[in-house]
């Protein structure tokens, strides 16, 4: 382990005991990595998005710190960052679609741009949908996918925080990404049906 992590883990079983000052003292410690989690999430998202990279992380930053978790060390922190960070993106895709279907009364007149993102956020409330059935079924694989496509990290990195071989990681991955695509394909088949009666 090397010294940056023990100094993260002591700092985060400081926070656990309830040391407020340790909260402050972490940031500057992981925020290079928060940073990296946000831009990979961000790359993801529409070009026109209205949350940046650091307002995400001060976001998630603001639940992990003050939260009463059990932490682990590091790779539990930034593991459970990927997973708010995910959330938050989430809960904007739901605002953004509630808004256009008149949740803030506002009256738009209908472009592309406007359509596109409508997609997105749609395409991204269908992956987390998916992934939230995926972690019933088999939860290793949908932390597998969220640390992989949410959050960026190597095979190796998530072999890690998960404590199996690269090796697994990769089956999960594999497996995983076949299962996601035929849920969302039966969700929509569904939701077509749905429309068609």
């Avoid at 803030?104 to 472009?111: A, G, K, S, T, Y």
């Amino acid at each position: 382990m090397h010294a940056a992590d023990s100094q993260v883990t002591l700092l985060l079983q400081a926070m656990r005991k309830g040391d407020a000052s340790a909260a402050d003292k972490l940031m500057p410690l992981v925020y290079k990595e928060l940073h990296r989690l946000a831009k990979s999430y961000m790359r993801r998202e529409r070009t026109d998005h209205t949350l940046q990279p650091t307002a995400l992380i001060n976001e998630a930053y603001l639940r992990l710190a003050y939260d009463a978790v059990d932490w682990q060390n590091r790779q539990h922190f930034v593991a459970v960052a990927a997973n708010v960070m995910r959330r938050l993106l989430v809960d904007h895709a739901r605002t953004r679609q509630a808004e256009m279907r008149g949740g803030d009364l506002q009256r738009v007149e209908l472009n592309e741009e406007i359509a596109i993102s409508a997609k997105h956020s749609g395409e991204v409330l269908a992956l987390h949908e998916a992934l939230n059935l995926l972690a019933e079924v088999n939860t290793r694989q949908a932390k597998v996918v969220e640390l992989r496509y949410f959050a960026g990290l190597s095979v190796e990195e998530i072999a890690g925080i998960l404590n199996v071989s690269p090796r697994t990681v990769k089956s999960d991955w594999a497996l995983a990404r076949v299962w996601l695509f035929n849920e969302i394909q039966r969700s929509r088949a569904s939701k077509l049906d749905k429309q068609g009666t």
